[in-house]
């Protein structure tokens, strides 16, 4: 979890405000890559954040609820 939620605020208020005036000396299709961050790119990585996280819990699910199934916990 703490990994993700460092990627947010790198990408979020880091890239995004904190040092959005030093990323604007450089140009992503035709615009100052600080603003692009700030519409574009976020949203882009915290769609991907959410596919992690996903992915990360399905799996943590899954492991767990073999062991439950394993102890003879589960009943399904």
Same mark, same amino acid.
């Given at each position: 979890? +703490?990994?993700?939620?460092?990627?947010? =605020?790198?990408?979020?208020?880091?890239? &995004? #405000? *904190?040092?959005?005036?030093?990323?604007?000396?450089?140009? +992503?299709?035709?615009?100052?890559?600080? =603003?692009?961050?700030?519409?574009?790119? &976020? #949203? *882009?990585?915290?769609v991907g954040l959410i596919g992690t996280y996903a992915l990360i819990?399905?799996?943590?699910?899954?492991?767990?609820?073999?062991?439950?199934?394993?102890?003879?916990?589960?009943?399904?």
């Amino acid at each position: 979890m +703490l990994p993700l939620l460092l990627v947010w =605020f790198l990408v979020g208020p880091g890239l &995004s #405000i *904190l040092w959005v005036e030093p990323l604007n000396r450089f140009q +992503l299709g035709g615009f100052p890559l600080g =603003f692009w961050f700030a519409q574009q790119g &976020s #949203i *882009l990585v915290f769609v991907g954040l959410i596919g992690t996280y996903a992915l990360i819990m399905n799996r943590l699910d899954r492991r767990y609820h073999r062991e439950t199934l394993d102890r003879g916990g589960g009943s399904s």
